[in-house]
Nanobody, 121 residues
Framework: QVQLVESGGGLVQAGGSLRLSCTAS?????MGWFRQAPGKERDFVAA????????YYADNVKGRFTISRDNSKNTVDLQMNNLKPEDTALYYC?????????????????WGQGTKVTVSS
């Protein structure tokens, strides 16, 4: 069982930046970030594999968000720049020994509780 703890959400004006952090209690093959706005499905944001460090991004965050890891702390961070009101959502950290599509929520076996990001216009 892997436990995930997120931090770093908050309120920011459009154009601003936030950094989310996720600390895992164990190692899995990949970790990612998803987000869910009220009344909408949980959407893929970014993911990173531990071996090789390959990164994947949703098209609507590419160039603005960066996923990184700190091996010594077993954390994965999401740096979010140039935030837009449509980025407002509950952001979830996910981890799993992923086989297949890293962009699919079902591929991940472990989830954090979520951290809220609100971007005002």
């Amino acid at each position: 069982q892997v436990q995930l703890v997120e931090s770093g959400g908050g309120l920011v004006q459009a154009g601003g930046s936030l950094r989310l952090s996720c600390t895992a209690s164990g190692r899995t093959s990949a970790m990612g970030w998803f987000r869910q706005a009220p009344g909408k499905e949980r959407d893929f944001v970014a993911a990173r594999t531990w071996t090789g460090g390959s990164t994947y991004y949703a098209d609507n965050v590419k160039g603005r968000f960066t996923i990184s890891r700190d091996n010594s702390k077993n954390t994965v961070d999401l740096q979010m720049n140039n935030l837009k009101p449509e980025d407002t959502a509950l952001y979830y950290c996910a981890a799993g020994n992923v086989v297949g599509n890293l962009r699919a929520p079902i591929a991940y076996g472990y989830w954090g509780q979520g951290t809220k990001v609100t971007v005002s216009s």
